[in-house]
């Protein structure tokens, strides 16, 4: 089916570990980001991506890193989760960077 | 001072009434908004964008821009209890190359039946 799709939908983790969430788009669309979702937060920015191969930080970089090799790709990885990423993750994509459409979200919670 | 405020709510309308959103922003350069819905556990959607002073109406929802006020609205009449939702209002600023979204912590809306 064609939109963007995100995986897992919901991961339990340990501190110190790797995890990787998974974002799939499948419109084409130019730009990719990466939001975390907080209690008094709101939406935060953590990375995004304006074709592949192009990545820039958002508001809140630290502790992840992202990559996309393909268009349609756009994975976000935690090096060594910390309890402070314990969040709702939602990957977002658009054509022209600013309608922005997002994936279900993924529920993190680090232990 | 936050880039772009909502007052979180929550704001309680009767059925049929019209509910009213705002939001201020503070980079006076900034030149699109946006206003997204999110439903308790699913992911925000776009239902309004707004790019030049004055009002747009797209059905029952009608987005208003003052940007000499740097004020952005969002008036939804007959509200419905399907209304009820977080309404997230959005800006897209100046920062560099890519004029990146800053999203408000958004308004939760209850519709009263």
């Known amino acids: 089916d064609a939109g963007i799709t995100q995986s897992p939908r919901y991961k339990i983790t340990e501190t110190g570990r790797q995890v990787t969430l998974m974002c799939h788009q499948t419109?084409?669309?130019?730009?990719m980001f990466w939001y975390r979702q907080d209690l008094g937060h709101g939406l935060r920015l953590i990375y995004y991506?304006?074709?592949?191969?192009?990545?820039d930080k958002g508001e809140v970089p630290d502790g992840y890193v992202v990559s996309r090799s393909k268009t349609e790709n756009f994975p976000l990885t935690l090096e060594s989760a910390t309890r402070s990423q314990t969040s709702v993750y939602f990957c977002?994509?658009?054509?022209?960077?600013?309608?922005?459409?997002f994936g279900s979200g993924t529920q993190l919670s680090v232990l | 001072q936050k880039e772009v405020e909502q007052n979180s709510g929550p704001l309680s309308v009767p059925e049929g009434a019209i509910a009213s959103l705002n939001c201020t922003y503070s980079?006076?350069?900034?030149?699109?908004f946006f206003w997204y819905r999110q439903y308790s556990g699913k992911s925000p959607e776009l239902i309004m964008s707004i790019y030049s002073n004055g009002d747009k109406e797209d059905g029952r929802f009608t987005a208003q821009l003052n940007k000499a006020s740097q004020y952005v609205s969002l008036l939804i009449r007959d509200s419905q209890p399907s209304d009820s939702a977080t309404y997230l209002c959005a800006v897209r600023g100046i920062s560099g190359g890519y004029q990146k979204v800053t999203f408000g912590t958004g308004t939760k809306l209850q519709v009263i039946p």
């Open positions: 980079d006076r350069v900034s030149q699109s």
């Open positions: 991506s304006a074709a592949a191969d192009i990545t």
């Open positions: 977002a994509s658009s054509d022209q960077g600013e309608k922005l459409f």
């Open positions: 419109w084409s669309h130019s730009y």
